[in-house]
C-alpha cells in the first residue's frame, strides 16, 4: 500500500483539488436559483467532505474507490443535513432517512409549485449538496479510472447549465471563466510524450480549449437564447398547460427577468384598452389553476358574450400585431366573436373563447378581432345572484367547486370582508378593493420568493393574506378563491395588461404596446344574465372593475344587445391553404443576433476532438522521432478499436494488432525496434523515420477497424479523451 506521504504528492492531489476548485466556482451560479446565501455554507462543506475522500482513497490506491466516495458522500450528507437524528451523535439510522426523504419530498413540492429563485429549504439545499457530490465523484472517476480528463468539461458543463435552465437567466460568465481553467489545468496535466517535444501532446489541447474558453466568455448570451418569452406560452417545447402545470408560475418567472420587450402593438375602437386573453383556467385543484378544454365552434354557454338579451352590447375591433411573441396561443379580448387575417390553422376553446393551434405560432401574425363590449347596468349586475343548484349553476360546476382541505381562514376572511354586501356583485367589487386599493396589501415581485410562498394554491394564499405582498398571481387567485367561497363562479385569465399609449396612427387611432412587463393573471366572476365579469384586484396594475350606471332610458337596444352569432374562426390560410404559415422553431419577429454566436460555439465543440487529432498526428509525423511516432500508433490503435495496454512491450503491442500489408509490417517494424533502441540502447542513439511511410502504416492501423468504427474515430477519436 502507498505511503501516506503520497497525499502530499501533487501528483495525487491535483486532480482531486482542482475538481473541488472548479465545484467551489460554479457554486455561486446557483444563486439564480435558490434565495439568499444560507444553503451555501452546508453544500461547500458536503463538497469539501467528498473531495477529502477522493484524495485520500486515490493516493493511497484503496480497492472499490468509488464505492468508497459514495458512502463518503453519503454519510456526509447525514451529518450536515440530518445530524440530530444519528445515533450517539455518529450513526444515521431509520429517522435519518425519515427527516432526508421529509426534505427532499417537501423540496419538489415547493419546485413543482413555485417559479426560480425558490426559497432555501433544507431540501432544496440538500439536492444542490448531492448533486455536487456525484459531481466530484464523477470527475473523479474520469480522471483516474477512465483516465479522460476530457470528459470533466462534461460535468462542469452540466453544473454550468442547470441553473440557466431550471431559472431561465443568463449564464454568469464570472463564474464560468475560473471552473473552465480548472478544467484546462487538469488537461495540461496529461503525461507528456518526449521528454524533449512535451509540447507535442498538450499544445493542440490547450490552444483549442483555451480558444474555446475565451471565445464562451467574451461572447455574450442574450437571456432570450435562453428560454425567449417566445417559449414561455407553450411554443417549442411541450404546452405548459397539457400536462396540468400551473401557468402563473411561468408568468411569475418572466416579470422578474427585468427585461421588458415589446410582444405587440393594438389599435382598437373599445372604449378602454382590452386585457388580451391567452389562456382561461377554470380548474382549481388546490395547489394549482388548470384549463379544462375543449374546442368548439360554439361557445360555451356561460361565454356567450351577452346571456340576457336586454342587456346592451355593441360590437368593437381590436387590431393587433404581433412583435416578439411566439406562442400557440392567441392574445385576443374577451369576448372575442370572430377573427379575420390570421395565418395557420386554429382552433376555438370553447370555455373562455381563446384561441390555439398545435402547429401554427403567434409569430410575426398580424389580426382583427371582433369582441363585445357588454355594458350592464348596476341593477343588472346586483341581480345577477345565481340559484345554487339551477340550470346555470349546473353548468359552472367546474367555475364553483374548491377542495376539501380549503384552510378555513379563507373563507372566514372572504365573509369579514364582505359583510354588509347585499349582492354577489358588491361583494366581488369588495374584495377587489380591500385586495387593491385598501394600503393593507402591497405589489412585489421578490417577497413571495424571499419568503417561500410563490404559486396559487391554497396554502399559498393563507400565507399571502399574512404576508400581504406579491403579484398578480397571488391576488387573482386569492380573488377567485374566496369568490367560489361566497358562491360566485370563478375562474382565473392569463394574458396581458392594457399596455401604453405610444403614438397615434395615420387614422388618429391610438396605437397601444404591449411588453413583457404587461404580462398579468386576473380573476372572472360569473353574474347571471350578464356573463362572465373580469376584475382586477392587483394594485398599480390595470384599472378595476366598477359599475356605477342605472338603468336609463335608451339603454336596451333590442339589435345590440342580443347574443351574438357563434365565433367564426375561419382564417386566411384556412381558406387558401397554409402556404404562408410561419413555419415552426422560426421567429421572423424577434432578434437572432445570438443565434450565430451559439451556432459558432456549437461548432468548436463538435470539430474540437477531430481537429486535435489531426493536429496531433501532424506535428508527430513531422518530428519523425520513434517515442512521438509510437505515441500516435497507440492513439491510431485506440480510435480503430484495439485495446493499448500500458502493460504490453513494443513487440507485443505490435504483434496484437494483427497483420499489416508487408510495406506496412516493414514500417511497423522498423519502428519498434527504433523505439527498442532509443529506450534501451546507448544515449544519443540518432533514429528518424520516414513521415510518408509512418502515415501509410498508420492509415493502415486504422482500416482494420469497421467502417462505423473508423468513423467514429475521425470524428470523436477516444484518444482525445485519455492520457498518453
Same mark, same amino acid.
Given at each position: ?21 472548479? +465545484? ?30 477522493? $484524495? ?109 435552465? +431550471? ?36 499544445? !493542440? ?32 417545447? !411541450? ?30 375602437? $373599445? ?14 385543484? #388546490?395547489?394549482?389553476?388548470?384549463? +379544462? ?6 361557445? *360555451? ?19 393587433? *400585431? ?9 392574445? +385576443? !379580448? ?100 380591500? $385586495? ?50 361566497? #358562491? ?167 504483434? *496484437? ?57 475521425? $470524428? ?9
Amino acid at each position: 500500500m502507498a505511503s501516506w506521504s503520497a497525499l502530499l504528492n501533487w501528483r495525487f492531489a491535483r486532480a482531486s483539488v482542482l475538481a473541488w476548485l472548479a +465545484v467551489v466556482f460554479l457554486i455561486p451560479g446557483y444563486g439564480a436559483v435558490v434565495v439568499g446565501l444560507s444553503w451555501i455554507p452546508r453544500v461547500l462543506a458536503v463538497v469539501t467532505i467528498v473531495a477529502l475522500a477522493c $484524495l485520500i482513497v486515490r493516493a493511497l490506491r484503496w480497492k472499490w474507490a468509488e464505492a468508497i466516495e459514495l458512502v463518503v458522500g453519503a454519510y456526509a450528507i447525514c451529518l450536515v443535513f440530518a445530524a440530530p437524528t444519528l445515533r450517539w451523535g455518529i450513526v444515521p439510522g431509520r429517522a435519518t432517512l425519515e427527516a432526508l426523504g421529509s426534505d427532499l419530498a417537501a423540496a419538489g413540492r415547493l419546485l413543482a409549485s413555485e417559479a426560480a429563485p425558490v426559497a432555501a429549504v433544507p431540501g432544496i439545499s440538500l439536492a444542490l449538496a448531492g448533486l455536487c457530490a456525484l459531481a466530484i465523484i464523477g470527475m473523479d472517476v474520469f480522471v483516474h479510472r477512465w483516465r479522460s480528463p476530457g470528459a470533466v468539461g462534461l460535468v462542469l458543463a452540466v453544473l454550468f447549465v442547470l441553473p440557466t435552465a +431550471v431559472a431561465e437567466v443568463e449564464p454568469r460568465q464570472l463564474v464560468f471563466i475560473p471552473a473552465a481553467a480548472c478544467w484546462l489545468l487538469m488537461l495540461r496535466g496529461e503525461r507528456r510524450v518526449s521528454a524533449s517535444r512535451p509540447w507535442v501532446s498538450w499544445v !493542440p489541447v490547450t490552444l483549442i480549449a483555451g480558444a474555446a474558453l475565451v471565445f464562451a466568455a467574451t461572447t455574450p448570451i442574450s437571456p432570450a437564447s435562453l428560454r425567449d418569452l417566445n417559449h414561455d406560452w407553450g411554443a417549442g417545447t !411541450p404546452d405548459p398547460f397539457a400536462a396540468g402545470v400551473d401557468p402563473n408560475i411561468e408568468l411569475g418567472r418572466n416579470l422578474r427577468r427585468n427585461v421588458p420587450r415589446t410582444t405587440m402593438t393594438y389599435t382598437t375602437t $373599445l372604449s378602454e384598452p382590452p386585457y388580451l386573453k391567452i389562456a382561461t383556467l377554470r380548474e382549481f385543484t #388546490g395547489d394549482t389553476w388548470r384549463p +379544462v378544454e375543449r374546442d368548439s365552434s360554439e361557445p *360555451s354557454p356561460s361565454d356567450r358574450a351577452v346571456a340576457d338579451r336586454h342587456i346592451a352590447a355593441t360590437t368593437e375591433r381590436t387590431s393587433i *400585431s404581433i412583435k416578439k411573441l411566439r406562442s400557440h396561443r392567441l392574445p +385576443v !379580448p374577451y369576448p372575442a366573436t370572430n377573427i379575420t387575417g390570421l395565418e395557420g390553422s386554429w382552433r376555438w376553446q370553447r370555455a373562455g373563447l381563446t384561441l390555439h393551434s398545435d402547429k401554427s405560432t403567434t409569430a410575426g401574425q398580424q389580426y382583427r378581432v371582433n369582441s363585445s363590449e357588454v355594458k350592464p347596468t348596476l341593477a343588472q349586475l346586483r341581480n345577477g345572484d345565481l340559484e345554487r343548484g339551477g340550470i346555470v349553476w349546473d353548468q359552472l360546476r367546474a367555475e364553483t367547486r374548491l377542495p376539501s382541505d380549503t384552510p378555513s381562514v379563507i373563507g372566514r376572511t372572504a365573509e369579514r370582508v364582505t359583510a354588509g354586501a347585499g349582492s354577489n356583485y358588491d361583494r366581488a367589487v369588495a374584495l377587489q378593493d380591500w $385586495l387593491r386599493s385598501s394600503g393593507e396589501f402591497a405589489y412585489s415581485e421578490v417577497a413571495p420568493v424571499a419568503e417561500g410562498y410563490d404559486g396559487t394554491g391554497v396554502d399559498v394564499i393563507s400565507q399571502f393574506l399574512d404576508e400581504k405582498r406579491g403579484y398578480c398571481v397571488h391576488f387573482a387567485s386569492t380573488m377567485a378563491v374566496m369568490a367560489r367561497e361566497l #358562491g360566485i363562479p370563478a375562474r382565473l385569465a392569463v394574458g396581458f395588461a392594457p399596455g401604453n399609449v405610444v403614438r397615434t396612427n395615420d387614422r388618429g387611432a391610438a396605437v397601444y404596446e404591449v411588453t413583457t412587463d404587461n404580462m398579468h393573471a386576473w380573476p372572472e366572476l360569473y353574474f347571471g344574465g350578464v356573463g362572465w365579469v373580469r376584475f382586477d384586484p392587483t394594485p398599480t396594475v390595470g384599472s378595476p372593475t366598477r359599475v356605477t350606471r342605472e338603468v336609463e332610458p335608451g339603454d336596451i337596444d333590442d339589435e345590440s344587445g342580443t347574443a351574438p352569432d357563434a365565433p367564426d374562426a375561419t382564417t386566411g390560410a384556412e381558406r387558401a391553404g397554409e402556404a404562408n404559415a410561419v413555419p415552426d422553431g422560426q421567429n421572423p419577429a424577434s432578434g437572432v443576433h445570438w443565434r450565430w454566436p451559439l451556432l459558432a460555439l456549437a461548432v468548436i465543440v463538435l470539430v474540437a476532438p477531430a481537429t486535435i487529432s489531426v493536429l496531433r498526428r501532424r506535428l508527430r509525423l513531422r518530428t519523425g522521432q520513434p517515442e512521438a511516432l509510437w505515441q500516435e500508433l497507440i492513439n491510431t490503435a485506440r480510435d480503430a478499436g484495439h485495446r493499448a495496454s500500458s502493460g504490453l512491450t513494443p513487440r507485443q503491442f505490435a504483434a *496484437s494488432l494483427g497483420g499489416l500489408p508487408e510495406p506496412e509490417q516493414r514500417t511497423l517494424d522498423e519502428l519498434v525496434a527504433a523505439v527498442e533502441a532509443e529506450r534501451y540502447g546507448p544515449d544519443g542513439f540518432p533514429h528518424r523515420l520516414d513521415r510518408h511511410a509512418a502515415a501509410t502504416m498508420l492509415e493502415s492501423v486504422r482500416r482494420t477497424a469497421s467502417r462505423p468504427v473508423r468513423w467514429r474515430g475521425r $470524428l470523436l477519436p477516444p484518444s482525445v479523451f485519455v492520457s498518453s
